[in-house]
């Protein structure tokens, strides 16, 4: 299974963009997928989750600002984020935990590459 992010770039404060990731490869489902984000010198951190069910859930300082969404037909999910800030500059992951055989609740979580967000006047 491989998670292909991209969408990321340089934008000013205020400004918006909009986060890509696509799951491929051979695998039954997809559970949760998710946003997260690192900044230099920081820990990751979580940005936003979906379930398969297309409930989201956001962390504080991204509430109201971005939206995740999930296209499951595509295995995709996307992540528009609106008013920019500069503290929301950061290296962002997306993953999403990975149901791999129909006979068995097992999953496993995978990780996208990562893609470079800059807010910067």
């Known amino acids: 299974v491989q998670l292909q992010a991209s969408g990321g770039g340089l934008v000013q404060p205020g400004g918006s963009l909009t986060l890509s990731c696509a799951a491929s490869g051979s695998f039954f489902s997809i559970n949760d997928m998710g946003w997260y984000r690192q900044a230099p010198g920081k820990q990751r951190e979580l940005v936003a989750i979906i379930t398969s069910g297309g409930v989201g859930k956001y962390a504080d300082s991204v509430k109201g600002r971005f939206t995740i969404a999930r296209d499951n037909a595509k295995n995709t999910v996307d992540l528009q984020m609106n008013s920019l800030k500069p503290e929301d500059t950061a290296v962002y992951y997306c993953?999403?935990?990975?149901?791999?055989?129909?006979?068995?609740?097992?999953?496993?979580?995978?990780w996208g590459q990562g893609t470079q967000v800059t807010v910067s006047s």
């Open positions: 993953n999403a935990d990975v149901r791999t055989a129909w006979h068995s609740p097992r999953s496993v979580l995978y």
